[in-house]
T-cell receptor, first 114, second 111 residues
Framework: DSGVTQTPKHLITATGQRVTLRCSPR?????VYWYQQSLDQGLQFLIQ???????AKGNILERFSAQQFPDLHSELNLSSLELGDSALYFC?????????????FGEGSWLTVV | GESVGLHLPTLSVQEGDNSIINCAYS??????FIWYKQESGKGPQFIID?????DKRQGQRVTVLLNKTVKHLSLQIAATQPGDSAVYFC??????????FGAGTTVTVRA
Protein backbone atom coordinates (compact mmCIF):
# COMPACT_ATOMS: atom_id res chain seq x y z
CA ASP A 1 0.00 0.00 0.00
CA SER A 2 1.59 3.23 -1.21
CA GLY A 3 -0.58 5.48 0.96
CA VAL A 4 -2.06 7.23 -2.08
CA THR A 5 -5.82 6.76 -2.29
CA GLN A 6 -7.82 7.07 -5.47
CA THR A 7 -11.55 6.92 -6.00
CA PRO A 8 -13.48 5.56 -7.75
CA LYS A 9 -11.57 2.41 -8.69
CA HIS A 10 -13.78 1.73 -11.69
CA LEU A 11 -16.33 3.73 -13.59
CA ILE A 12 -18.21 3.38 -16.82
CA THR A 13 -19.75 6.37 -18.48
CA ALA A 14 -21.13 7.43 -21.82
CA THR A 15 -19.54 9.65 -24.42
CA GLY A 16 -20.13 13.33 -23.84
CA GLN A 17 -20.37 12.94 -20.09
CA ARG A 18 -18.19 14.39 -17.37
CA VAL A 19 -16.48 12.57 -14.51
CA THR A 20 -14.36 13.56 -11.54
CA LEU A 21 -11.53 11.43 -10.21
CA ARG A 22 -10.32 11.99 -6.71
CA CYS A 23 -6.93 11.52 -5.13
CA SER A 24 -5.69 11.74 -1.56
CA PRO A 25 -1.91 11.95 -1.34
CA ARG A 26 0.29 10.26 1.22
CA UNK A 27 0.34 11.95 4.56
CA UNK A 28 2.84 14.80 4.45
CA UNK A 29 3.21 14.89 0.67
CA UNK A 30 2.67 18.28 -0.93
CA UNK A 31 2.87 17.31 -4.59
CA VAL A 32 0.24 15.50 -6.58
CA TYR A 33 0.77 14.18 -10.09
CA TRP A 34 -1.77 12.82 -12.55
CA TYR A 35 -0.86 10.27 -15.21
CA GLN A 36 -2.88 8.54 -17.89
CA GLN A 37 -2.09 4.99 -18.91
CA SER A 38 -3.57 3.43 -21.99
CA LEU A 39 -2.52 0.30 -23.83
CA ASP A 40 -0.79 2.07 -26.67
CA GLN A 41 0.55 5.14 -24.89
CA GLY A 42 2.19 3.94 -21.72
CA LEU A 43 2.29 6.30 -18.75
CA GLN A 44 1.64 9.84 -19.91
CA PHE A 45 2.14 12.76 -17.57
CA LEU A 46 -0.87 15.05 -17.38
CA ILE A 47 -0.34 17.62 -14.67
CA GLN A 48 1.33 18.30 -11.35
CA UNK A 49 0.28 20.38 -8.37
CA UNK A 50 2.43 21.47 -5.48
CA UNK A 51 0.83 22.79 -2.31
CA UNK A 52 -2.27 23.92 -4.17
CA UNK A 53 -0.60 25.47 -7.18
CA UNK A 54 -0.15 24.09 -10.66
CA UNK A 55 3.55 23.31 -11.13
CA ALA A 56 3.88 21.49 -14.42
CA LYS A 57 1.68 20.56 -17.32
CA GLY A 58 2.08 17.67 -19.70
CA ASN A 59 -0.09 16.35 -22.47
CA ILE A 60 -3.35 17.25 -20.83
CA LEU A 61 -6.31 17.93 -23.10
CA GLU A 62 -8.28 21.15 -22.78
CA ARG A 63 -11.32 19.02 -21.90
CA PHE A 64 -9.46 17.91 -18.78
CA SER A 65 -8.75 20.02 -15.74
CA ALA A 66 -7.46 19.46 -12.26
CA GLN A 67 -7.05 21.20 -8.97
CA GLN A 68 -5.49 20.66 -5.59
CA PHE A 69 -7.43 21.75 -2.56
CA PRO A 70 -6.18 23.28 0.72
CA ASP A 71 -6.29 19.86 2.38
CA LEU A 72 -3.98 18.71 -0.48
CA HIS A 73 -6.36 16.25 -2.05
CA SER A 74 -6.72 16.61 -5.78
CA GLU A 75 -9.41 16.11 -8.37
CA LEU A 76 -9.08 15.44 -12.07
CA ASN A 77 -12.10 16.49 -14.09
CA LEU A 78 -12.67 14.90 -17.49
CA SER A 79 -15.43 16.40 -19.63
CA SER A 80 -16.99 15.82 -23.04
CA LEU A 81 -15.69 12.30 -22.79
CA GLU A 82 -14.71 10.40 -25.89
CA LEU A 83 -14.12 6.71 -26.44
CA GLY A 84 -10.41 7.37 -26.63
CA ASP A 85 -10.40 8.69 -23.07
CA SER A 86 -10.88 5.17 -21.81
CA ALA A 87 -7.77 4.49 -19.77
CA LEU A 88 -6.33 3.97 -16.35
CA TYR A 89 -5.75 7.25 -14.54
CA PHE A 90 -3.14 7.33 -11.85
CA CYS A 91 -2.47 9.79 -9.16
CA UNK A 92 0.92 9.94 -7.52
CA UNK A 93 2.24 12.01 -4.67
CA UNK A 94 5.60 13.18 -3.51
CA UNK A 95 7.05 15.04 -0.57
CA UNK A 96 8.40 17.98 -2.48
CA UNK A 97 7.98 19.55 -5.86
CA UNK A 98 11.40 19.75 -7.37
CA UNK A 99 13.66 17.54 -9.37
CA UNK A 100 14.80 14.40 -7.65
CA UNK A 101 11.44 13.70 -6.09
CA UNK A 102 10.44 10.09 -5.60
CA UNK A 103 6.73 9.76 -6.26
CA UNK A 104 4.40 7.01 -5.12
CA PHE A 105 1.40 5.88 -7.11
CA GLY A 106 -2.12 5.00 -6.17
CA GLU A 107 -3.93 1.99 -7.55
CA GLY A 108 -5.58 4.00 -10.30
CA SER A 109 -9.07 4.71 -11.55
CA TRP A 110 -10.25 2.62 -14.48
CA LEU A 111 -12.36 4.73 -16.79
CA THR A 112 -14.38 3.12 -19.54
CA VAL A 113 -16.23 5.38 -21.95
CA VAL A 114 -18.96 3.65 -23.93
CA GLY B 1 13.89 15.47 -27.94
CA GLU B 2 13.61 14.02 -24.49
CA SER B 3 12.74 10.37 -24.39
CA VAL B 4 13.11 7.41 -22.14
CA GLY B 5 13.02 4.01 -23.67
CA LEU B 6 13.65 0.39 -22.97
CA HIS B 7 15.72 -1.82 -25.21
CA LEU B 8 13.38 -4.83 -25.13
CA PRO B 9 9.61 -4.88 -24.66
CA THR B 10 9.58 -8.41 -23.22
CA LEU B 11 11.93 -10.57 -21.19
CA SER B 12 11.44 -14.22 -20.33
CA VAL B 13 13.62 -15.56 -17.55
CA GLN B 14 13.94 -18.87 -15.77
CA GLU B 15 13.06 -18.85 -12.10
CA GLY B 16 16.23 -18.52 -10.06
CA ASP B 17 18.20 -16.82 -12.83
CA ASN B 18 19.23 -13.19 -12.78
CA SER B 19 17.30 -10.66 -14.87
CA ILE B 20 18.67 -7.57 -16.54
CA ILE B 21 16.32 -4.91 -17.82
CA ASN B 22 17.79 -2.08 -19.85
CA CYS B 23 16.75 1.49 -20.42
CA ALA B 24 18.13 4.27 -22.59
CA TYR B 25 17.51 7.94 -22.04
CA SER B 26 18.33 10.94 -24.17
CA UNK B 27 18.04 13.92 -21.84
CA UNK B 28 21.53 14.61 -20.56
CA UNK B 29 20.04 17.03 -18.01
CA UNK B 30 18.26 14.20 -16.22
CA UNK B 31 19.69 13.83 -12.74
CA UNK B 32 17.43 11.32 -11.07
CA PHE B 33 16.16 7.95 -12.20
CA ILE B 34 13.63 5.54 -10.77
CA TRP B 35 12.60 1.99 -11.55
CA TYR B 36 8.99 1.03 -11.03
CA LYS B 37 7.29 -2.35 -11.12
CA GLN B 38 3.69 -2.61 -12.22
CA GLU B 39 1.68 -5.76 -11.69
CA SER B 40 -1.50 -6.35 -13.62
CA GLY B 41 -4.32 -4.09 -12.46
CA LYS B 42 -2.16 -2.23 -9.96
CA GLY B 43 -0.33 1.04 -9.78
CA PRO B 44 3.41 1.36 -10.41
CA GLN B 45 5.38 0.40 -7.34
CA PHE B 46 8.68 2.07 -6.48
CA ILE B 47 11.62 -0.34 -6.61
CA ILE B 48 14.81 1.65 -6.47
CA ASP B 49 16.20 5.02 -7.48
CA UNK B 50 19.57 6.48 -8.32
CA UNK B 51 20.92 9.99 -8.65
CA UNK B 52 23.26 11.10 -11.38
CA UNK B 53 26.20 11.46 -8.99
CA UNK B 54 26.18 7.69 -8.52
CA ASP B 55 26.78 4.84 -10.95
CA LYS B 56 25.47 1.96 -8.86
CA ARG B 57 22.96 1.42 -6.11
CA GLN B 58 21.84 -1.79 -4.49
CA GLY B 59 18.63 -2.77 -2.82
CA GLN B 60 17.15 -6.04 -1.75
CA ARG B 61 17.80 -8.40 -4.67
CA VAL B 62 17.94 -5.44 -7.05
CA THR B 63 20.77 -3.33 -8.38
CA VAL B 64 20.52 -0.28 -10.58
CA LEU B 65 23.44 0.75 -12.76
CA LEU B 66 23.75 4.14 -14.39
CA ASN B 67 26.12 4.89 -17.24
CA LYS B 68 25.88 8.60 -17.94
CA THR B 69 28.42 8.43 -20.77
CA VAL B 70 26.08 6.41 -22.94
CA LYS B 71 22.88 7.47 -21.17
CA HIS B 72 22.01 3.96 -20.14
CA LEU B 73 20.26 2.60 -17.09
CA SER B 74 19.78 -1.02 -16.09
CA LEU B 75 17.94 -2.92 -13.41
CA GLN B 76 19.32 -6.24 -12.28
CA ILE B 77 17.14 -8.63 -10.33
CA ALA B 78 18.94 -11.45 -8.57
CA ALA B 79 17.41 -14.93 -8.26
CA THR B 80 14.25 -14.00 -10.13
CA GLN B 81 11.06 -15.27 -8.53
CA PRO B 82 7.55 -15.79 -9.94
CA GLY B 83 6.42 -12.72 -8.02
CA ASP B 84 8.82 -10.65 -10.10
CA SER B 85 6.62 -11.13 -13.17
CA ALA B 86 5.39 -7.66 -14.04
CA VAL B 87 5.99 -4.69 -16.29
CA TYR B 88 9.07 -2.68 -15.34
CA PHE B 89 9.36 1.01 -16.13
CA CYS B 90 12.32 3.29 -15.92
CA UNK B 91 11.59 6.93 -15.30
CA UNK B 92 13.77 10.00 -15.43
CA UNK B 93 13.45 13.32 -13.68
CA UNK B 94 15.07 16.40 -15.09
CA UNK B 95 14.47 19.98 -13.99
CA UNK B 96 10.91 20.23 -15.23
CA UNK B 97 9.22 18.77 -12.16
CA UNK B 98 7.87 15.64 -13.79
CA UNK B 99 8.86 12.04 -14.24
CA UNK B 100 9.02 10.79 -17.82
CA PHE B 101 8.43 7.10 -18.25
CA GLY B 102 9.70 4.63 -20.77
CA ALA B 103 7.42 2.22 -22.56
CA GLY B 104 7.99 -0.63 -20.14
CA THR B 105 9.45 -4.14 -20.30
CA THR B 106 7.24 -7.11 -19.54
CA VAL B 107 9.10 -9.68 -17.50
CA THR B 108 7.77 -13.23 -17.44
CA VAL B 109 9.28 -15.74 -15.05
CA ARG B 110 9.24 -19.38 -16.17
CA ALA B 111 8.89 -22.03 -13.48
Amino acid sequence: DSGVTQTPKHLITATGQRVTLRCSPRSGDLSVYWYQQSLDQGLQFLIQYYNGEERAKGNILERFSAQQFPDLHSELNLSSLELGDSALYFCASGLEGFSGNTIYFGEGSWLTVV
Amino acid sequence: GESVGLHLPTLSVQEGDNSIINCAYSNSASDYFIWYKQESGKGPQFIIDIRSNMDKRQGQRVTVLLNKTVKHLSLQIAATQPGDSAVYFCAENSNDYKLSFGAGTTVTVRA
